[in-house]
């Protein structure tokens, strides 16, 4: 079990970009599962292309706009595209982690599947929570998603109530910036307040 690390995670337009550039401002240290994943799945587009079509690749970079078209309306080619890639992630942050095992200080991996794949030995986790109307509508304007496009992509995950009701603290991105704020500050102190108690 890593004894400093928190899962951060949530739902597809839920903020967790902006709930870690405020967490990262009180210090925390972040491990970036979607960058590594991002990393992993160009040095695959070899793989990827024979799996899915040379169309997946641009320039020796896999074009994630098709690939997401393609995954997200197909739940088989989806889990094969797991089953290459998950495994990799995992190598990957574990490493990372135990690098940061050594400072004895709380940090977080930002882990969007967290709950979905329950592979990684983290026992604390923070999820950012907004309601599933919210999530489609900041999809839709942000992305330029149809309904049902961002329908697809929020019910490829676990459901965020069900993900809210196992983290160990939430983070309400249901309002605006300074609930935001808020609320960051308010899980920072009692992270903070639990891992003293455990000293």
């Known amino acids: 079990m890593l ?12 903020g967790k970009s902006s709930t870690i550039a405020l967490l990262s401002l ?3 240290r972040f491990i970036d599962a979607d960058k590594i994943a ?14 899915f079509g040379e169309e ?10 098709k690939l997401g078209a393609l995954i997200f309306n197909d739940v088989t080619k989806r889990r094969e595209l797991e089953e290459l890639l998950h495994p990799l992630i995992y ?35 923070i999820v950012v929570y907004a309601t599933k109307q919210q999530q489609l509508q900041r999809l839709m304007s942000r992305e330029g998603y149809t309904r049902n496009e961002a329908l697809c992509r929020i019910e490829a995950q676990m459901d ?12 309400d991105n249901s309002g605006d910036l300074k609930q935001l704020q808020e609320e960051c500050e308010r899980v920072k102190q009692q992270i903070l307040d639990d891992f003293r108690g455990e000293r």
Request: hydrophobic share 40%.
């Open 56 to 65: 997946m690749v641009n320039a020796g970079k896999i074009d994630r706009k």
């Open 160 to 171: 965020i109530e069900q993900k809210r009701s196992l983290a160990t603290y939430v983070i």
């Open 26 to 28: 009180y210090g925390f």
């Open 91 to 125: 190598d990957t942050i574990m490493a990372k982690a135990l690098e940061q095992e050594k400072f004895k200080t709380p940090y977080m991996v930002d882990i969007p599947l967290f709950f979905e794949t329950s592979r990684y030995p983290i026992r604390r986790s």
């Open 3 to 14: 004894q400093y690390a928190i899962a951060l995670t949530g739902g597809i337009a839920t």
């Open 38 to 51: 991002h990393e992993h799945l160009d040095n695959e587009h070899e793989a990827i292309a024979s799996m």
